[in-house]
């Protein structure tokens, strides 16, 4: 049998509008009031009607998160960061992977937006460019990218630069001269990051940048590792160290093929990888890395789009999170 607010009214001495004011976080509610209708929804095991609520208020009570690939350690753990939030949200959340869909990303960005089948959406893509969210914007569905910094968008993202160059400094200051580094052609402006904090850390420590030890793969998977180690062991003079801001899986895949190769880790060649993904602790030898905070950057997203839908943020909203360097036995 359905509950309703009169159902909850009765058991608690009140008014059917004063359980809907409380059932909708509505002020002007002594906090007694609250908690006894709230105790007494929940032993009735009410649930809202989100339909019928959506057709009065105008709003779906859903929130779109879009990925490009649910196959991505990345992207998993940022969703279990949106997952685990502990704030109470009153919103279902709704996951579209762009792989394999027949439309592309930038089709399903329009139908979302027009047909007002979410409320605000959170984008997990380092690639995806302003240009292409504009139609969100255009259609006033509050939107975050997480990721990548975006200007004229709410964003969460990390230090690229800064954690590359962290990752750089620790790797020269072992006494390594010649640094390979792998990065990917799909990760759009945070690669550029991580490239930049590379040079950067280079040119303070008076070490000529040499774009021959700059090896580019196609995705972050330890099959791009794999293929990139018979390139740096054929380098002359010897690289001693490879730093992946392509990612751990490309480190791992590096670690793999040379230790098949009898190269000593982190003896012969020391790896450095960047993201900290479960893997990096259960590789042998495990793994060095540059930590992205995944779980902190999906409840961050989570929080600024439910206070941006419901209009406790205005203007355009940044939050840049710092990496932390993890020492392993890799280097």
Same mark, same amino acid.
Do not use: W
């Given at each position: *049998?359905?509950?309703?607010?009169?159902?909850?009214?009765?058991?608690?001495?009140?008014?059917?509008?004063?359980?809907?004011?409380?059932?909708?976080?509505?002020? +002007?509610?002594?906090?007694?009031?609250?908690?006894?209708?709230?105790?007494?929804?929940?032993?009735?095991?009410?649930?809202?009607?989100?339909?019928?609520?959506?057709?009065?208020?105008? @709003?779906?009570?859903?929130?779109?998160?879009?990925?490009? =690939?649910?196959?991505?350690?990345?992207?998993?753990?940022?969703?279990?960061?949106?997952?685990?939030?502990? #704030?109470?949200? &009153?919103? %279902?959340?709704?996951?579209? &992977?762009?792989?394999?869909?027949?439309?592309?990303?930038?089709?399903?960005?329009?139908?979302?937006?027009?047909?007002? !089948?979410?409320?605000?959406?959170?984008?997990?893509?380092?690639?995806? %460019?302003?240009?292409?969210?504009?139609?969100?914007?255009?259609?006033?569905?509050?939107?975050?990218?997480?990721?990548?910094? $975006?200007?004229?968008?709410?964003?969460?993202?990390? +230090? +690229?630069?800064?954690?590359?160059?962290?990752?750089?400094?620790?790797?020269? =200051?072992?006494?390594? #001269?010649?640094?390979?580094?792998?990065?990917?052609? @799909?990760?759009?402006?945070?690669?550029?990051? !991580?490239?930049?904090?590379?040079?950067?850390?280079?040119?303070?420590?008076?070490?000529?940048?040499?774009?021959?030890?700059? /090896?580019?793969?196609?995705?972050?998977? *330890? #099959?791009?590792?794999?293929?990139? /180690?018979?390139?740096?062991?054929? *380098?002359?003079?010897?690289?001693?160290?490879? /730093?992946?801001?392509?990612?751990?899986?490309?480190a791992i895949g590096i670690i793999k093929e040379a230790k098949k190769e009898g190269v000593r880790i982190p003896e012969d060649l $020391?790896?450095?990888?960047?993201?900290?993904?479960?893997?990096?602790?259960?590789?042998?030898?495990?793994? %060095?890395?540059?930590?992205?905070?995944?779980?902190?950057?999906?409840?961050?997203?989570?929080? *600024?789009?439910?206070? @941006?839908?419901?209009? !406790?943020?205005?203007?355009?909203?940044? @939050?840049?999170?710092?990496?932390?360097?993890?020492? #392993?036995?890799?280097?």
């Amino acid at each position: *049998m359905t509950v309703t607010l009169k159902d909850i009214a009765e058991r608690a001495g009140v008014t059917s509008a004063t359980v809907s004011m409380v059932i909708n976080n509505k002020p +002007n509610i002594s906090e007694a009031t609250r908690k006894k209708v709230l105790k007494i929804a929940k032993e009735l095991n009410y649930y809202p009607n989100v339909i019928a609520r959506g057709l009065a208020t105008k @709003k779906s009570n859903a929130i779109g998160v879009i990925v490009p =690939n649910l196959a991505s350690s990345f992207i998993v753990r940022i969703l279990q960061g949106i997952k685990s939030t502990n #704030r109470d949200i &009153d919103y %279902t959340v709704q996951l579209f &992977d762009t792989v394999g869909q027949k439309e592309s990303e930038s089709q399903l960005f329009q139908r979302l937006a027009r047909e007002r !089948r979410i409320d605000g959406v959170i984008l997990i893509s380092a690639t995806v %460019t302003e240009e292409e969210l504009n139609i969100f914007r255009e259609e006033s569905v509050p939107s975050i990218v997480v990721a990548r910094k $975006c200007e004229n968008l709410d964003s969460v993202y990390v +230090n +690229n630069e800064q954690g590359a160059s962290d990752a750089t400094d620790y790797l020269v =200051n072992k006494g390594h #001269r010649v640094i390979a580094c792998i990065t990917s052609s @799909k990760s759009g402006l945070p690669m550029q990051e !991580r490239l930049e904090g590379y040079k950067r850390s280079l040119q303070q420590h008076d070490i000529e940048f040499r774009a021959d030890l700059v /090896f580019e793969v196609d995705d972050d998977t *330890m #099959r791009s590792g794999i293929g990139t /180690f018979p390139k740096i062991k054929e *380098m002359n003079p010897r690289i001693t160290a490879a /730093f992946c801001p392509a990612g751990d899986m490309v480190a791992i895949g590096i670690i793999k093929e040379a230790k098949k190769e009898g190269v000593r880790i982190p003896e012969d060649l $020391c790896v450095v990888g960047y993201d900290d993904l479960p893997a990096a602790e259960v590789v042998e030898p495990s793994l %060095t890395t540059v930590r992205q905070p995944k779980l902190e950057m999906g409840d961050y997203a989570i929080n *600024m789009i439910v206070d @941006k839908i419901e209009g !406790r943020e205005a203007g355009i909203k940044h @939050k840049e999170l710092p990496t932390k360097f993890i020492i #392993r036995e890799s280097a």
